[in-house]
């Protein structure tokens, strides 16, 4: 980031901010952009843990409704309807965690290096593995794997 900012004779905060700051303005925008930065990355470190408390709860959850609705002796219709709770809590489950991860943080485009929050559709569809996720970057249009970075 620096040998860029030397090129473009700018700071490395009007490159943050996007605007040039008068050296007045200089001390209380450098601050502004510290205080957003620590400030998104608290919120995406929230988020990412709110994911994994989420995504064990739904583990326990469905753990457990599955062992009551293979043991406890009950009628048929009982049986289904918890077996079917069950999956309905699965399926929220894994989607507010889902929900919840792919807004922590920022993925990273391998070709451009743009750091971009990928739509709910382009985020489900896409090919993962535990730190990286394929995505078509909004900035290049390439899709790669991204590497999913909850601070910056
Ligand atoms: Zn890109």
């Known amino acids: ?61 469905v753990c457990s409704l599955v062992v009551i609705a293979s043991y406890i002796e009950m009628p048929t219709i009982a049986r289904i309807a918890l077996i079917a709770f069950s999956v309905a809590t699965a399926a929220a489950g894994i989607g507010a965690a889902a929900a919840l991860e792919a807004k922590a943080g920022h993925f990273e485009c391998p070709h451009c290096k743009a750091l971009f929050v990928p739509t709910m559709s382009e985020y489900v569809k896409g090919y993962r593995t535990f730190t990286k996720r394929k995505l078509r970057c909004p900035e290049c249009g390439r899709s790669g794997m991204c590497k999913h970075r909850i601070i910056r």
Do not use: F, W
Not at 2 to 9: G, I, K
Not at 29 to 37: I, W
Not at 52 to 59: E, F, L, P, Q, S
């Open 1 to 61: 980031m620096l040998p860029l900012c030397d090129v473009l004779h700018i700071t490395v905060n009007d490159l943050l901010s996007g605007a040039r700051v008068s050296p007045i303005n200089y001390q209380k925008k450098a601050e502004e952009n510290m205080m957003n930065l620590m400030q998104e990355n608290e919120e995406n470190k929230k988020r990412m843990a709110l994911c994994v408390i989420c995504g064990v709860i739904t583990i326990i959850a």
